[in-house]
Nanobody, 124 residues
Framework: QVQLVESGGGLVQAGGSLTLSCAASGRTFSPYAMAWFRQAPGKEREFVGGITWSGGRTYYADSVKGRFTISRDNTKNTVYLQIDSLKPEDTAVYYC?????????????????WGQGTQVTVSS
């Protein structure tokens, strides 16, 4: 089992920045990749970006490229999501997710474990 705990969400003004963290624990923690998704009210959960755990290769949804940055700290089993130039449309619950295999990065079914989410609210 793997446990994922997100933190760092909150209320931020448009144009500001925020860094979310996802701390992982569990005896079997050995992901192929970790990813971030978000879900706005009334919308489906959408892929934001991911990072391969061993190589640190990052990849992002086109809609967030240039503003979102994912990084990891292997020693702490923690993945981060930095969001710059926040927009009101970034308001959502942000989830981190664990994937044990490659492929299907954009699809929720590909992920084995999920955190409980952290709320990000951007005011205009």
């Amino acid at each position: 089992q793997v446990q994922l705990v997100e933190s760092g969400g909150g209320l931020v003004q448009a144009g500001g920045s925020l860094t979310l963290s996802c701390a992982a624990s569990g005896r079997t923690f050995s992901p192929y990749a970790m990813a971030w998704f978000r879900q706005a009210p009334g919308k489906e959960r959408e892929f934001v970006g991911g990072i391969t755990w061993s190589g640190g290769r990052t990849y992002y949804a086109d809609s967030v490229k240039g503003r979102f940055t994912i990084s990891r700290d292997n020693t702490k089993n923690t993945v981060y999501l930095q969001i710059d130039s926040l927009k009101p449309e970034d308001t959502a619950v942000y989830y981190c997710a664990y994937k044990s295999w490659s492929g299907s990065d954009y699809y929720t079914y590909a992920y084995d474990y999920w955190g409980q989410g952290t709320q990000v609210t951007v005011s205009s």
